[in-house]
C-alpha cells in the first residue's frame, strides 16, 4: 500500500481529488465508486471546484455508491441519497442515470443487492473507489467479522458504528439497524482504492490496517492484498504508524521518473 500523510485534511483532500479528476480527464467514461461521511467532504468540494473552475468534465462518468441505511427514504435528509445529492451530484453533470446508490427502501433486499452487483459489473468494473473507515475498521458498512469475500448485501451496524453515526441523527436511537453495502471482495474488485482518514480517532484503526495483521476484524486490512491502494492520512491519524517516518521519507523523495505518479 502506499501511504501518503500529509499536514490537513484540505492538503490530503486536494491530492485525492487530483487523482480523480486525472482519472477523469484520461478516462471520461470511467466508473468511480464513492463514499459517504465526513472524510470525502472536503475532497468532494475540491472536485466541485475543479468543475466550476477548470470545466472537469463529469458527463461520461459513472457512480456506485458504497452504501445506505434500510428503511430511509432517499428524501430523508440523513439517507446516502440526500448526503451525495448535497455534497456532489447537484453540484456536478453526472447524468442522473449513471449514478447508483443502494435503495433502502427495496421490497426485496436481496435481489436489490444482486442487481447493484450486476450494475457493477454491467458497467465494467470500478476504476477508483473512495473509502472512508470507521472507528473499528469498517470499510463500507463491512463491520468486524465480515467476510473478507462478501458482496453486496445487507448488514446489521454495531452499536459502536451508531453511536460514531448519531451525530447525524436527532436522537441515537433514529440510526437505521441496517444498511446495504457493498462487500469487502466487491471493494476489493476495484482497481483502485484510495483509503481517506483524518483524526486522531483514526490513528489506532489505521495503523492497523495499514500495518497490523490482515484480519476480518480489521476489513480495512485487507487492503494490504490489494495491488492499486493508496491510504492518505492527516498527521494526527498517521500518528500512530511505526513506519511514519519511512513513509514520509517515500513520498518526498519519489523518483523523477514516478513524479507523474504523484497525485495519481
Ligand atoms: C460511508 C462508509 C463508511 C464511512 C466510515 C467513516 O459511505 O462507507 O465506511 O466511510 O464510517 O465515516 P466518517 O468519514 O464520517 O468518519
Known amino acids: 500500500m502506499e501511504i501518503i500523510i500529509q499536514p490537513t485534511p484540505e492538503a490530503v483532500s486536494l491530492i485525492a481529488a487530483n487523482i ?10 470511467c466508473v468511480l465508486g464513492l463514499a459517504t461521511g ?12 475543479m468543475h466550476r473552475e ?6 461520461r462518468v459513472t457512480t456506485f455508491n458504497l452504501d445506505e441505511y434500510v428503511g430511509l427514504s432517499p428524501k430523508h435528509p440523513q439517507s446516502y441519497h440526500a448526503f ?14 449513471n449514478i447508483h446508490i443502494p435503495n433502502g427502501l427495496a421490497a426485496d433486499i436481496a435481489a436489490e443487492c444482486a442487481q447493484f452487483e450486476l450494475a457493477i459489473r454491467g458497467a465494467g468494473g470500478i476504476d477508483l473507489q473512495v473509502l472512508g473507515i470507521g472507528t473499528d475498521g469498517h470499510i463500507g458498512f463491512n463491520e468486524r467479522s465480515s467476510s473478507l469475500a462478501s458482496r453486496t448485501r445487507i448488514k446489521t451496524l454495531t452499536e459502536q458504528t451508531r453511536h460514531d453515526n448519531a451525530r447525524y441523527f436527532g436522537r ?12 469487502v471482495g466487491t471493494i476489493m474488485e476495484a482497481r483502485q482504492v484510495l483509503l481517506l ?30 495491488p492499486v491502494a493508496k491510504a492518505l492520512l492527516d498527521e494526527p491519524a498517521a500518528a500512530q504508524l511505526t513506519l511514519g517516518d519511512y513513509y514520509r521519507w517515500v513520498y518526498a523523495h519519489k523518483p523523477d521518473w514516478q513524479q507523474f505518479v504523484r497525485g495519481r
Open 20 to 29: 480523480i479528476a486525472n482519472l477523469v480527464r484520461d478516462k471520461p467514461d
Open 38 to 49: 465526513n472524510t470525502p467532504i472536503l475532497m468532494y468540494r475540491e472536485l466541485v471546484r
Open 54 to 59: 477548470a470545466g472537469l468534465d463529469f458527463s
Open 84 to 97: 451525495m445529492h448535497e455534497h456532489l451530484f447537484q453540484h456536478l453533470n453526472v447524468p442522473r442515470q
Open 172 to 183: 441515537p436511537e433514529d440510526v437505521p439497524m441496517h444498511v446495504i453495502t457493498m462487500g
Open 197 to 226: 482518514a483524518f483524526g486522531e480517532n483514526k490513528a489506532q484503526v489505521m495503523a492497523a490496517a495499514v500495518e497490523g495483521p490482515i484480519s476480518a476484524m480489521n476489513p480495512a486490512s485487507i487492503l494490504q492484498m490489494h
